[in-house]
Nanobody, 126 residues
Framework: QVQLVESGGGLVQAGGSLRLSCAASGRTFRTYDMGWFRQAPGKEREFVAAISRSGGSTYYADSVKGRFTISRDNAKNTVYLQMNSLKPEDTAVYYC???????????????????WGQGTQVTVSS
């Protein structure tokens, strides 16, 4: 079992940056593909970014491509989401998730992930 704890959210002005962290418990972190999702008020949870177990492959939603970067440090059991050029429409609760064998379209589907953090609020003011 994996427990995930996000941190790093907050209030930032449009154009600013934040780095989210997701710390995982257990010695099996390196065996999981990791993803970041977000949910804005009144909207469904949506895919933001994903990273393979080794960190060698990354995937992004079109809405964040070129602005967000996902990375991981398996020695520290942590996955990161660097968010630059933030926009008001990026305002949401951000969740990290862990899943096994997240190939192809599976990595974009929140119902395919096995473990979730509690979420961290990101608010971007205009």
């Amino acid at each position: 079992q994996v427990q995930l704890v996000e941190s790093g959210g907050g209030l930032v002005q449009a154009g600013g940056s934040l780095r989210l962290s997701c710390a995982a418990s257990g010695r099996t972190f390196r065996t999981y593909d990791m993803g970041w999702f977000r949910q804005a008020p009144g909207k469904e949870r949506e895919f933001v970014a994903a990273i393979s177990r080794s960190g060698g492959s990354t995937y992004y939603a079109d809405s964040v491509k070129g602005r967000f970067t996902i990375s991981r440090d398996n020695a520290k059991n942590t996955v990161y989401l660097q968010m630059n050029s933030l926009k008001p429409e990026d305002t949401a609760v951000y969740y990290c998730a862990a899943g096994s064998a997240m190939y192809g379209s599976r990595r974009y589907s929140d119902d395919k992930y096995d473990y979730w953090g509690q979420g961290t609020q990101v608010t971007v003011s205009s």
